[in-house]
């Protein structure tokens, strides 16, 4: 039985909020390594406060990037550009849970009108439209779970920067990895329909320019 638009539409918003949910997960438990490296003594999880808000989480990891020691110039400035990223992703989510959703027309095939008012500076605002597809709600769906790949790989390797968390044969001068360890956080690899992705550096296109053809 062939899905109607109502529920079409449903399927797709709820993909786009279950998505940022798992994104907001991945940025508190940055929020949390991020603490616990930079706290003297013994940790306590329990001390530790997450800030309620996504954005206001990015901010304070992003003061905690600029402190973190065992990050290079170049690995602060990658993280600090994840995390912006990641910031105007969850924003996607909120459009989509918030905006007032319609179908576009009785004819229209697969294609939605969005739209929400003006929240500031307007006594009597003029709704805001704007259409919206397949295509674009599946582009803010691969945003997110591109955004969450990139967080999860910054929880790593910051993880692997804290000393106290480091093991013998995995992390610090016993572990070796065959690929760059921020080429995900960077954002440069491709994410492939089945939820797995491949590294830019692996791309035999991407290396040898538009040919496509490998060494």
Request: proline letters at 5%; charged letters at 30%.
């Amino acid at each position: 039985m062939p899905i109607d638009e109502d529920d079409d539409l449903a399927l797709r918003i709820g993909r786009i909020v279950m998505s940022a949910t798992a994104l907001d997960y991945t940025a508190r438990n940055v929020f949390l390594t991020l603490s616990d490296a930079l706290t003297d003594g013994p940790r306590s999880w329990d001390a530790i406060q997450t800030p309620d808000k996504f954005s206001s989480i990015v901010e304070s990891c992003v003061e905690m990037i600029k402190r973190h020691s065992n990050l290079s110039e170049v690995q602060r400035g990658d993280a600090i550009e994840a995390l912006v990223r990641s910031e105007a992703a969850y924003r996607l989510r909120n459009r989509a849970a918030h905006d007032l959703w319609s179908i576009a027309s009785p004819d229209a095939v697969k294609q939605w009108v969005r739209q929400r008012h003006p929240r500031r500076g307007i006594e009597y605002p003029v709704s805001e439209q704007r259409p919206a597809t397949e295509a674009s709600l599946h582009d803010d769906l691969t945003t997110l779970r591109r955004s969450n790949l990139e967080l999860s790989q910054l929880h790593t390797v910051i993880s692997e920067a804290n000393p106290r968390w480091r093991i013998v044969g995995v992390s610090g001068s016993g572990r070796t990895w065959p690929f760059d360890d921020w080429e995900i956080v960077r954002g440069e690899f491709e994410l492939l329909s089945d939820g797995s992705f491949q590294r830019w550096s692996t791309d035999p296109a991407r290396r040898h320019g538009d040919s496509g053809l490998a060494e």
